[in-house]
């Protein structure tokens, strides 16, 4: 983990939450780590350690100025807990393991077409690792969910979620494990400048398994990386996605996905997607 995204992450930091005898994997890109590739992204690193969770951090160039007097509770649900703003620097951190911040770069940055002179930075832990770190403080029997895993069955070895509450942000997560925290899927709400994020960080990526806005839904199969919805929003498209944390498992030797399991997931993102969409008034998600 030392090497891995460029030697960005804070390794002393992370050290004991990582399990143990697991071999991690890395899938990284963008021009700081490789300097002369074009993409979207200035650094998109993500360390996975299949069945108990990872690290991710992404930076981009932020091309929309954030107006700097708008406020971080507008932006994220439940953001007052602990978030700041100071001059050049507006952001979020919390016990979800998701952290976000926008950094004014006086400089501006390089490599950009046109002159950017704001980052936008995420940074998401998701460690699940018995008797190591702090958990969640959302960790909860998936059947007692009221928030961003509210409608999920419990089925397919799915019984613990991890969610925040919906309160209308631009961006919900949920994340699906087993009776032992081993991390089974991630479900990804996003709205607004997000999706084209999303959008734009898929067009590093050669295949059909990832999201694209000429593909309105699309369900996980065998070897895919994502499933994914879309629903009409008064301000533009909501995209919703589903992920297993073991990543494309059809790839691997001997990996097999059953349609009883497939169907789980076609079920869980449709429950997630329906009530976020309802939730931020937009129309009732696509069905593929």
Request: aromatic share 6%; charged share 25%; net charge negative.
């Amino acid at each position: 983990m030392k090497s891995a995204c460029g030697g960005l992450l804070p390794y002393g930091d992370l050290r004991s939450l990582v399990p143990d005898g697991v071999e991690g994997e890395v899938s990284q890109y963008g021009t700081v780590l490789e300097p002369g590739e074009e993409s979207h992204s200035l650094v998109n690193c993500a360390v996975t350690w299949p069945g108990h969770g990872s690290v991710r951090v992404r930076a981009a160039a932020l091309v929309s100025p954030m107006p700097m007097s708008v406020k971080v509770e507008d932006i994220m649900a439940g953001a007052e807990e602990e978030s700041y703003e100071v001059p050049g620097v507006t952001g979020r951190a919390g016990e979800d393991g998701q952290a976000w911040i926008v950094a004014e770069c006086a400089g501006g940055l390089e490599t950009q077409v046109c002159k950017v002179s704001q980052m936008y930075v995420t940074a998401d832990v998701d460690l699940s690792v018995s008797g190591k770190g702090k958990q969640g403080r959302d960790h909860r029997p998936l059947g007692t969910a009221d928030g961003t895993c509210s409608g999920i069955n419990a089925d397919q070895g799915v019984s613990v979620a991890t969610e925040t509450e919906r309160g209308g942000a631009p961006y919900e997560m949920c994340r699906l494990a087993d009776t032992d925290l081993g991390m089974r899927y991630v479900l990804v709400a996003r709205f607004g400048p997000y999706v084209r994020e999303e959008f734009a960080d898929s067009q590093e990526y050669d295949g059909e398994d990832v999201p694209s806005p000429d593909t309105p839904a699309h369900d996980r199969r065998p070897g895919d990386r994502t499933g994914w919805t879309t629903a009409k929003c008064s301000d533009g498209q909501a995209l919703f996605t589903l992920q297993a944390a073991d990543g494309r498992d059809g790839d691997k030797a001997g990996a097999t996905v059953s349609s009883s399991g497939l169907a789980y997931e076609r079920a869980a993102l449709r429950a997630f997607a329906e009530r976020s969409a309802k939730a931020h008034g937009c129309s009732a998600p696509v069905r593929s």
